[in-house]
């Protein structure tokens, strides 16, 4: 049985970066890192028989996929279904601020991380439920292929975690850096296998 390869990326280093801020869906930009990162991927992904590049269409995503799809003449097909977790009122604030103006919340969170909905956001069974069916659906569409997956830390996560059957909860036990490469084989009976993990 060919499985149907995915090359999953988390996007570039981003502005901000050192100040452990919640980006959520906020469009924030690139640093000259983040670029460097992905001219890093497109060389590691250069001789690769890619046939479709999916995106979050949040620009630190979107822009890095046009860059590895320029390698293989393709046409990064971009979704809101694969954007960041939104994390409602406390998008962009750092984890300091969040402390200091909202302590019992910021606990609640702590203390049920699968569940816990900051106001005007999702949780991880939103955001589960978001994306599994898109990486459903990317397989289903691109059996025996291989495909790039530009998505973010939380999205990223997610994905991971349903290929190996572990819980959300466990969701910070997998680490995933600024332009890391996952690389996940999906087969015909629908078991995911993680060959490459924050590589």
């Not at 046009?66 to 979704?79: D, R």
């Not at 699968?114 to 599994?132: F, H, K, Q």
Request: proline share 4%; charged share 25%; net charge neutral.
């Amino acid at each position: 049985m060919t499985p149907t390869r995915i090359y999953l990326l988390r996007h570039g280093q981003v502005e901000g970066f050192q100040d452990k801020r919640y980006n959520g869906q906020a469009d924030v930009q690139l640093t000259a890192q983040g670029l460097e990162e992905y001219a890093s991927l497109r060389a590691r992904l250069a001789d690769k028989p890619l046939r479709a590049i999916y995106t979050s269409d949040l620009s630190r995503c979107h822009t890095g996929a046009h860059l590895l799809a320029q390698t293989h003449g393709l046409s990064p097909v971009a979704t809101a279904k694969l954007r960041e977790l939104h994390i409602g009122e406390w998008e962009g604030m750092t984890w300091k601020e969040i402390q200091e103006r909202f302590p019992k919340q910021w606990q609640a969170r702590l203390d049920d991380i699968v569940n816990y909905r900051v106001p005007g956001g999702e949780n991880l069974v939103d955001l589960a439920a978001r994306v599994r069916p898109m990486i459903r659906r990317i397989v289903s569409e691109h059996t025996g292929q291989e495909v790039v997956v530009v998505g973010h830390g939380g999205v990223n996560r997610v994905l991971l975690l349903d290929a190996i059957g572990a819980p959300l909860g466990r969701l910070f036990h997998i680490e995933q850096n600024f332009g890391c490469l996952n690389i996940i084989d999906y087969y015909p009976d629908g078991i995911g296998v993680v060959k490459l993990l924050n590589g």
